[in-house]
């Protein structure tokens, strides 16, 4: 069975602190990794995603997660956030295998404080 | 390119209601998906296709029902709407091995 844990449902931050977001994943075969950001009302788009080679990878808007493969974690930062960062975010993961489905986190909710 | 389309944006249902969610993609992409998102839950997968004439079910699929005749079409059926399908729906589609595309959702209230 698959699972995608997200331990903290709300995360509040002040404006230009560091934030890291907690993801942790179980599966009984291999999958790819994602990071979905969702702003209010409006549909999913990626923030960045690992499929193989380096496990630190890079997205959008300055967020970068890096994949443990021992810890099965994909935990997602940022340096320094900003005020237009408050928004839902989701951890994905998906079967390498047949099937290929993707399974999402429960979110945790951003909120930068000014 | 439109990417991923759903129609359509708000619906109010009464309870026992059919109708059909639609859900079309032009980025040929084999793989679609229907999922539904609730406060807390984050979404949960209710049914998918590998490709046309193929679909399965996901974590929460009673009382819906799917069909895939073409790559680009993907229709989302609620037999007999309840109040507990309440929810904001999304469509995803992707290719193989990579991210998820979504459409920008569908809130639908059934009273």
């Known amino acids: 069975a698959q699972s995608v844990t997200q331990l903290d449902s709300q995360v509040p931050v002040f404006e230009e602190a560091p934030v890291e977001l907690r993801c942790n994943y179980s599966s009984s075969v291999s999958v790819y990794l994602f990071w979905y950001v969702q702003y209010p009302n409006q549909g999913l788009q990626l923030l960045l995603k690992y499929l193989s080679g380096s496990t630190l990878v890079k997205g959008i808007n300055g967020f970068e997660a890096e994949f443990n493969k021992s810890q099965t974690s994909f935990h997602l930062r940022k340096p320094s956030v900003h005020i237009s960062d408050t928004a839902e975010y989701f951890c994905?993961?998906?079967?390498?295998?047949?099937?290929?489905?993707?399974?999402f986190g429960t979110g945790t909710s951003l909120t930068v404080i000014p | 390119n439109a990417g991923v389309t759903q129609t359509p944006k708000f619906q109010v249902l009464k309870t026992g209601q059919s109708m059909t969610l639609q859900c079309a993609q032009d980025m040929n992409h084999e793989y679609m998906s229907w999922y539904r998102q609730d406060p807390g839950m984050g979404l949960r997968l209710i049914h998918y296709?590998?490709?046309?004439?193929?679909?399965d079910q996901g974590e929460v699929p009673n009382g819906y029902n799917v069909s895939r005749s073409t790559t680009e079409d993907f229709p989302l059926r609620l037999l007999s709407a309840a109040p507990s399908q309440t929810s904001v729906y999304f469509c995803a589609t992707a290719r193989w091995g990579t991210e998820a595309f979504f459409g920008q959702g569908t809130r639908l209230t059934v009273v």
């Open positions: 296709s590998v490709g046309a004439g193929i679909t």
């Open positions: 994905a993961v998906r079967l390498r295998s047949t099937g290929n489905q993707f399974y």
